[in-house]
């Protein structure tokens, strides 16, 4: 067989990026989890949020404005698993490659 023609550099550096997008994966379903669990229990509480059963009521600290259109329903997993992802996208460092390509050549 011929020889690999990465070099052992190489072969850690994927193996450390590997690592990385596991451990960001695992992070961003926590956090999603965590996310849709909390707005679930805490659902009337986040008014600040325009979150509200209730579409009918007033603002709590605003009596004398009609009553806002408020969202009835949060997030999903998805779309929490999303957000996350693009929030901590930077997470993965890509640049690596590049600077490591450009030291070695």
Excluded: C, H
Excluded at 1 to 10: A, G, H
Excluded at 11 to 20: E, P, S
Excluded at 47 to 61: A, H, I
Excluded at 82 to 103: D, H, K, M, N, R
């Amino acid at each position: 067989t011929t020889p690999s023609k990465f070099s052992n550099l190489d072969k850690l550096m994927n193996k450390t990026v590997y690592v990385i997008f596991f451990v960001m994966i695992v992070l961003i379903s926590l956090m999603a989890i965590g996310a849709v669990v909390t707005n679930s229990n805490r659902f009337d509480e986040f008014w600040y949020f325009g979150l509200n059963k209730n579409t009918t009521q007033v603002w709590p600290y605003l009596p004398d404005l009609p009553p806002p259109e408020w969202e009835t329903t949060t997030d999903n997993f998805i779309q929490q698993f999303l957000l996350f992802l693009t929030l901590l996208s930077s997470f993965v460092p890509l640049s690596l490659y590049v600077t490591v390509e450009i030291v070695t050549f």
